[in-house]
């Protein structure tokens, strides 16, 4: 492992400005195609499966430690108040209670620059003090003992009113964050749309929805002396690791972060919390371990959440079906505290046009924080984008998909890089043919009774490169079994068994035969935080070079044995053979456990992205959909993914992510809203109850289709993510099939029953 | 790192025989000496003391587990018994009994072809059941409801006894090892004996001592599925781990044995012992994590001890000092189950002999078993042959000092290669400069008065090398502080500081941002059992080797920053800088932290020992003391040990090394001693207060003198090892001290007050 690329950041005081620099390193060449390998793009269950269905698999709130106390979190009923006092002294008087943290005994304690309680709270959930306590019910007792003494500010919770100039302020700069939009143009704006034979100008919206992972928010923290061990629903060790070094003034190498186990994230799992500096921080005051798990309401009101969109886009076209012109102009809510709700990427990138400008402005409201959520912003940008391709398509009576194709392009036009790959058109043609793409209506709504039935599609496009440098270290043992010691960590995925996968392919042994250590920050090398999709295709040839490093290593010494005098060596099930005389070989036990090597290392990295091309990865979603038009229920017939993302490293995960992906996507589409009472400034539906997640008799069938081929030009083990593009386009296909099968166009989420009825008219 | 040197076990199915091959590795050049190094060489607190000393440590006792149940171990209160029956049912029903394991439900499990229990009983503590229950009082009752059917057999204590033909047969085959003696034999013995001047015949006695370790021997077993971890007090995670893989047919990557910190072991922590078995197999039953902690009584029982010898030396001199010939045979009792006895290296190599037979028995007796135990045989046989070597000189005239100078080799006569090093010469001139050789009785015994002085020494022979092979791997951390994954285990001697100050040194970096972790077989690369003074020598190569690897890659990145353009750079304090430019520089801190290197990984191993060369360390102690000749209590006046150990490492760790091992040697020669009671065949004083330890009070001042310099021949790091060495000549210079003081020689240990007086002819 050599360093290759070298990238220093341009910080203020950083004497050495841009500099970018080679090491060069030894590039495996790429693997062979899928058939003919024996693991790799197999259908393989996870091999961590009988620990996660028995139980037997420790996630956070397992941890149970001698001692340890449980951490609870006072929340501010209100969304914008300003605290006048608060009273700590029954609470801390409480059998049982160890300790009481609020903004009076936390000064010293921040995130960056921000405190770790706030004097005046600015929406409901806000943390205003935490406890810990010998049990769950001591600690719950000891917040209801709090006296706080509120005053009450005028709030608002709707990003437009937000931005009218009297609306209350709740940063001192204004409800606009930055105080101004993010804008983006290229070309001419206003020349593309005089030089479109139609300009059409639409507005779509989207609603607040949440996570809602299986796995609520929880820290557990320990203290050894000056030895801080945090185990965390984390989807970067390394990054909450740095971030509470800087919080707590610690050396990295004081703090150990674990998540060997994560129930879901999406995105709200990201970067450190303010639970998790209580947990810490009271952990050091008491000296004992203190777990703090959030409850599911607390998840719901400050655990985090993708912003709203009002999307206003104007596109321009020609008869022929030209693009000349796109406009997007999106306000969203992302809540109290600074986030983006940027959502105009795929309407820059998706489609071919020469004329593009974006303004997104993000907006603060008097709710819980957004953060990133599977695909942020895509998935609210597509379902707008797409359902306009299908207006402009009605309107140039050109067929959508014709449409698409006739604006496809083969670069990035961002960047003006080309890509390392692309198989969109063929994920159009199979998607197509799969759901019977010359079956839907030509005239959208002109089926007859009560079921009317629709098709339709939408694209996706999204990052498909990793996002290194990503490490990965193998340990031959003496019987040939192999321990991995990886980078990043399995947020859920199924990172543990691909990073396996690559090794046991590369090393020519049984899969069972790799134990796979991840998500512990002091002993795993380091890799990329789980987010952007970024982690297979920055794992898999780190543990690929990781493999190759020690096999080359065993390879050496079995020489030596097989006296092979320089011919070359292979390995195939455990055994390693001279190529032109098999039968002369050797087990992979043997020549460790027998010689005195003791054991084999390899290490691995992936060093960077490939220089001069945009990596990303492609899908066209189709779906059949039938509309029961007297109870506005929508039905999935079918739904049909065709993806491009390079090589598939496990078939079987892959397609879970693919219909993990759609299913959270028909939530957005058809059920999922936060509902905040805009008279008193309270979320409604802070549970599982009321927030309507799809469940699984909503599921529909769901045919995947991988299209494309490893890309070669990406990295030696030629994967792109997987993670977030399954989401991205399920929105506007469901919309658009509707439209096709009603002749109605629903530009507002969620398309629940009711709001289908109006828009059919019958209610 | 590459794979140097290969040995292939030649085993009876093994088709390759014995090969030896080469993959040669580039070795960096040795450090320069001490005094141009920072941390090397250093009188430096262990970087682990505060936790050690606060009781943050966590030892194997100290392991928690929630639902964890307390294992007991049933032990036989007869020295010879066959079980005829047990009945466990009562034990069973009592509440909060888990299992209960006896031979009877465990004849599958075997440690190598062993049963985990016996039918009959060899010793006084052999284990006849096991229980494991919710807690402690619980377990214990259990035990006491357990009904033994015994019927008693002849036993036999005494080893002389034991090899008489119709004493009790301990084994079906006898009672001698293997049924005869081990013979070596080098020259002509005859001939020897003939060319001598004078020949003198001796008899020297030891006793059976314990290792009275600070920590008991420990084991926690969890199993999840069927994946065990177990924490353990041992010597060798690796050898533990591989031992119970095959125990329980597991693969090695389902093994995890953890030894984070060890209270001490001496040797008898080397290998698997049943009750880790038990505490394994219990766990397996009952579904729930077992703690089996020994008692103390247990743990003296049969947690291990030093077997006991009887010496006979025959010696032939010229007048003018030469060595002629040298006997020596040897009897000692091994305890019920395989040993080894062995005492007669230091007569084999220690003085230049051309003529040299030994024969060694190694004997059964009803008493529980012997191991290794610092320094095995070579404590017991210095003993004898320095006492011989007086003795001789005595007869001969010559100053003793100067026979053993004048019986002084420079290779090794067994194998006859020349040593990497030897300092002893300078050893006896620093040793005898500091003592005031000169000072000693001219006529021994010839003092006045109720307290007599008298000045002794003795000479010190053992191995130095390490126990290749051996890995180390460094990560440096964004902010550039370092993890290192360490293999082997630190027993208490400090392996953690010194491989932190190897790695310290070479990154030029401070030793408080190094962390270790060290002693777990699942994240930690391969490292030797930590016994036989191999571990410094082993670890510190790989620990070089791994920083210098990490350092490399660290300047290669550093040289792109400071735009080196292939000048030489170097680091210093934590600063990377052009040698010729020192101005120009950067720390490692933004190297890492601000490129997109992320963490840099480095690798480093200790292959072999160097080929051709025996590698020895060597000692001299001198020793003055005081004799109340009415009291018979032998006071140190002043202790002055001088040893050759390569590089220092550490000077305040290696001193310690020497101050334990002579008062460990302190305490075997003067009070210690297993002491059974030959009518019943059960030990008199399995406990702390009646075995008797050399206590803070009985400690002498000591004065430690490190002759040596790096040994450059035998690693890069040249430092040999120190563990076992400063014990080995402390029995014989208290006794030639003891002789010079009083004129009258004790050949039978411990030299107790009351041994005292009557040697003195006083009782």
Chains 1, 2 share one sequence.
């Not at 969203?332 to 004329?355: E, H």
């Not at 049984?510 to 297979?536: F, H, N, Q, R």
Request: hydrophobic content about 35%; proline content about 6%.
């Amino acid at each position: 492992m050599a360093v290759k690329i070298l990238k220093v950041y341009n910080t203020d005081e950083d004497i050495y400005e841009e500099i970018i620099g080679e090491v060069q390193e030894e590039v495996p060449e790429a693997w062979p195609e899928n058939k003919e390998l024996k693991i790799i793009g197999k259908r393989i269950p996870r091999i961590n499966a009988p620990e996660i269905v028995t139980g037997e698999a420790k996630y956070a709130y397992d941890i149970i430690i001698p001692g340890m106390l449980v951490g609870k979190i006072l929340r501010s009923p209100y969304p914008h108040a300003n605290i006048k006092n608060i009273d700590t002294s029954k609470a801390e008087k409480l059998k049982g209670v160890k300790a009481v943290i609020t903004y009076k005994n936390t000064s010293n304690v921040r995130i960056g620059r921000d405190p770790i309680f706030n004097t005046t709270v600015k929406y409901e959930g806000e943390e205003i003090a935490a406890v810990a306590a010998v049990d769950e019910n001591t600690a719950l007792d000891a917040l209801d003992l709090i006296k706080v003494e509120y005053e009450e500010l005028p709030f608002v919770v709707d990003p437009e009113e937000a931005m009218k100039p009297n609306a209350p302020k709740i940063h001192p700069q204004g409800n606009i964050v930055r105080g101004r939009p993010s804008v983006y143009s290229r070309g001419n704006i206003e020349k593309g749309f005089n030089e479109a034979d139609i300009v059409i100008e639409e507005t779509f919206r989207t609603p607040v929805v949440h996570h809602s992972q299986a796995e609520v928010h929880i820290s557990v923290a320990k203290w050894e002396e000056d030895y801080l061990t945090v185990w965390d629903t984390t989807q970067g060790v390394f990054r909450i690791q740095s971030s509470l070094a800087n919080i707590f003034h610690l050396p990295v190498n004081k703090v150990r972060v674990i998540c060997h186990y994560m129930g879901g994230a999406f995105g709200c799992k990201l970067s450190i919390r303010r639970h998790t500096v209580y947990a810490v921080l009271l952990a050091k005051i008491t000296g004992r371990p203190v777990k703090i798990a959030l409850s599911r309401k607390d998840d719901y009101l400050a655990g985090g959440n993708r912003p709203s969109s009002i999307q206003q886009i104007k596109a321009g076209i020609k008869k022929d079906g030209t693009l000349t012109a796109l406009y997007q102009k999106t306000v969203g809510a992302v809540g109290a505290y600074p986030g983006s709700a940027g959502v105009t990427t795929p309407l820059r990138t998706l489609y071919k046009c020469p004329n593009v400008k974006t303004e997104e402005y993000s907006v603060y409201v008097n709710a819980g924080q957004s953060c990133a959520h599977r695909a942020p912003g895509h998935v609210q940008g597509t379902f707008a984008l797409d359902q306009m391709i299908d207006i402009l398509a009605e309107k140039t009576g050109i067929d959508p998909l014709e449409l698409r194709k006739k604006n496809y392009i083969d670069r990035d036009q961002q960047s003006n890089l080309p890509y390392t790959s692309k198989y969109l058109l063929e994920a159009y043609d199979a998607g197509a043919k799969e759901i019977g793409w010359e079956r839907r209506n030509k005239i959208p709504g002109s089926g007859q009774g009560r079921y009317k039935r629709g098709i339709g599609m939408a694209t996706q496009i999204w990052w498909g490169g990793g996002r290194p440098p990503a490490f990965v270290n193998v340990k031959i043992n003496s019987d040939g079994t192999v321990n991995v010691l990886s980078g990043a960590q399995d947020i859920g995925t199924g990172t543990t068994t691909i990073v396996a996968q690559c090794v046991a392919e590369e090393l020519g042994i049984k899969l069972k035969d790799v134990k796979v250590t991840i998500g512990d920050s002091e002993v795993c090398p380091y890799g990329p935080t789980s987010g952007g999709s970024v982690t297979a295709p920055s794992m898999c040839p780190a543990a690929r070079a990781a493999a190759r490093d020690a096999k080359n290593k065993l390879l050496e010494v079995a020489s030596v044995i097989l006296k092979s005098n320089g011919k070359p060596l292979d390995i195939k099930d455990g055994r390693i053979f001279l190529k032109n005389n098999p039968e002369k070989s050797i087990t992979i036990k043997d020549v460790i456990g027998r010689s005195r090597v003791g054991m084999i290392l390899g290490s691995g990295a992936r060093e960077d992205n490939p220089e001069g091309y945009a990596v990303n990865t492609f899908g066209a979603h189709f779906a059949e959909v039938e509309v029961d038009t007297w109870t506005g229920k929508i039905k999935i017939v079918k739904y049909v993914a065709a993806h491009d993302i390079g090589r598939v490293i496990n078939m079987l995960t892959a397609v879970n992510q693919i219909q993990g992906g759609i299913i959270q996507g028909l939530g957005f589409t058809l059920s999922e809203e936060r509902i905040i009472n805009k008279n008193v400034g309270r979320m409604e539906n802070p549970d599982m109850c009321n927030y309507l997640l799809p469940l699984a008799g909503d599921t529909p069938e769901i045919v995947s289709i991988i299209v494309s081929k490893p890309d070669n030009l990406l990295s030696h083990t030629g994967n792109k993510g997987l993670g977030e593009p399954p989401m991205i386009p399920v929105l506007a296909t469901i919309a658009n099939a509707f439209y096709n099968a009603t002749g109605v166009r629903i530009k507002v989420l969620p398309m629940t029953p009711e709001k289908v009825l109006m828009a059919l008219k019958k209610i």
